[in-house]
């Protein structure tokens, strides 16, 4: 296997783009990386695109195609396929690109995320993103995303014993920092008051205790290690990747409480990097709910179950802190259009560790990614490191 | 706007679905009949046809399941869509059966009632309606025991 590197990355401002179709929005990204990246269009081999559900959205299938031809990539016929795994989707469509020049089959090659979902009523919205579950037998329960995790922070709250303002807390952070991410859905801090205060959505989480509904879309170019260089000073070097699946209903899992995809996958990504948790010096994690960065922080094994509200709290996971989490501003102020976010992560851990993280910058040599579709059916991690 | 389904199609929360979809799982939807693996002992509800543990050392069997068991985890949703809409605040939580096996029920009780470890009962009820004029669906719920 190869050594790969990130040369290239661009990624649209996240919000409510009204302005933009879904087609223009990964053009917008791909036009960033590859001037990033100092490339044209006729250097690429092939392209992966994360989407979850261009097919409710926008009524949209064949996206692999449509983002060749509007790219302007059709003409040379270069190879394009789209990945889905619900809100994980962006993720894999990195691990797809990174095996894809790893193996040598292709050397320059684009990793995308797009979602456009302004374009359906908020209904229709909490009615796709409920396909991440299992339709048959949670669908019919007359669950919701929220009400998925909501089941998570009750059941976390009764045995651990995590308050409710460690909770809020998560969301204060995490606006602090997307205040400092000119990308960003939402750059105003928020008080603890803000989150206890909002309305309830699924009890005990509230409406700022969940990520937004969001377009945008990322895209980071990937090229041997080896040939880096011709491109990029700063190229940011794959150390490790790791996937792994678990059951698709919550109810069928051994613990509620644990994401035992996210424990499996940052294993992996761990092993196959050789570095320790202590050597990481941020996380993009995926806090589509509040509950889920507090899980992810443990399944990662940064600390034991049942710390990471203490640790929130102590402002650990601040920029500063022991082990900064969603620099970003993560999915809670970022934004979460869903395929994309996966690779938002990696443009924001690219940024990171070249040192253009302007007002939010974190000095450190190795970050994490954590990509999580569903309630953690699918998880991806990644682990970046400077050349 | 996403246009209204034609009546040969079932609206389940914002969850759509033919006819023939639904009756396919009807004896499991009314009955709670799920299934056992004869191999390992292990019982399956929602049902599988394939044990996970066994792989192709199992045997499925259907299996009637008692229909009591307790709260292991729950929500107050307060916003959802489709059917499910008129019953908000209603309670959504996740049930361990006493054979073993859990799955995900909408709770029929107070908001205020419910906790964890509460003792529940299966009942059969209405799950919804394909609008005034379709087709009216039933299935199983959940109550306190």
Redesign the interface.
């Known amino acids: 296997m190869r050594e790969v590197a990130v040369i290239g990355v661009g990624c649209t401002k996240f919000g409510e783009k009204w302005e933009s179709s879904f087609r223009n929005l990964f053009v917008e990204a791909g036009a960033l990386a590859l001037e990033d990246a100092n490339l044209s269009g006729e250097q690429i081999d092939e392209i992966f695109v994360g989407n979850m559900s261009a097919g409710r959205f926008v009524e949209q299938e064949h996206i692999g195609a449509l983002i060749a031809d509007y790219a302007g990539l059709a003409t040379d016929n270069i190879p394009a396929t789209r990945v889905e795994a619900a809100c994980a989707s962006g993720g894999l469509s990195f691990r797809q690109a990174y095996t894809a020049v790893a193996s040598g089959m292709s050397d320059i090659v684009v990793a995308a995320g797009v979602e456009k979902m302004t374009d359906v009523g908020t209904e229709v919205t909490t009615d796709v993103l409920a396909a991440a579950a299992d339709r048959e037998w949670e669908g019919i329960a007359g669950i919701t995303f929220p009400g998925l995790y909501a089941m998570i922070a009750t059941e976390y709250m009764h045995r651990y014993g995590l308050k409710r303002e460690q909770l809020a807390q998560v969301a204060v952070k995490n606006h602090d920092n997307g205040a400092k991410n000119p990308n960003a859905q939402f750059r105003k801090p928020i008080t603890l008051d803000t989150v206890l205060n909002s309305t309830l959505v699924a009890d005990p989480l509230r409406l700022f205790d969940c990520s937004p509904v969001t377009d945008g879309a990322a895209a980071v170019i990937l090229a041997p290690l080896e040939r880096a260089r011709e491109f990029t000073d700063t190229p940011i070097k794959v150390l490790g990747a790791g996937q792994a699946s678990s059951t698709i209903a919550l109810h069928d899992r051994k613990d509620i409480c644990t994401l035992d995809a996210t424990v499996a996958a940052g294993n992996r990504a761990f092993q196959m990097a050789g570095v320790e948790r202590k050597d990481i010096g941020f996380v993009e994690v995926h806090d589509c709910f509040t509950i889920a960065e507090i899980c992810a922080i443990e399944d990662l094994g940064f600390c034991k179950k049942g710390e990471a509200g203490k640790l929130t709290e102590e402002g650990q996971t601040a920029i500063g802190g022991k082990i900064p989490i969603n620099p970003s501003g993560g999915l809670k102020a970022c934004g979460h259009p869903v395929g994309a976010t996966g690779v938002k992560q990696v443009y924001e851990t690219v940024k990171q560790l070249r040192g253009d993280a302007k007002g939010r910058q974190i000095d450190t040599e190795i970050g994490m990614t954590h990509n999580v579709g569903g309630t953690g059916a699918t998880v991806v991690c990644h682990i970046f490191g400077r050349v | 706007?996403?246009p209204e389904p034609p009546l040969s199609v079932i609206s389940?929360?914002?969850?759509k679905m033919s006819v023939a979809r639904f009756w396919r799982?009807q004896q499991n939807?009314y009955n709670l009949i799920g299934t056992r693996c004869t191999t390992c002992g292990k019982y399956f509800y929602?049902p599988r046809g394939f044990c996970p543990d066994c792989r192709r050392e199992g045997n499925i069997v259907d299996h009637q399941f008692k229909g009591t068991g307790k709260v292991?985890?729950?929500?107050?949703?307060?916003?959802?869509?489709?059917n499910?809409?008129l019953?908000t605040p209603?309670v959504?939580?996740?049930i361990e059966l006493d054979e073993g096996t859990?799955?995900?029920?909408?709770l029929v009780c107070d908001i205020d009632q419910v906790y964890?470890g509460m003792p529940v009962r299966r009942v059969f009820r209405k799950?919804g309606e394909d609008g005034s004029s379709g087709a009216i669906f039933y299935?199983t719920k959940f109550v306190p025991a």
Request: proline residues 3%; charged residues 15%.
């Open positions: 706007m996403v389940l929360g914002g969850y799982k939807r929602p292991v985890t729950y929500s107050i949703i307060r916003s959802s869509s489709g499910f809409k019953l209603y959504l939580a996740i859990r799955l995900t029920s909408h964890i799950l299935g």
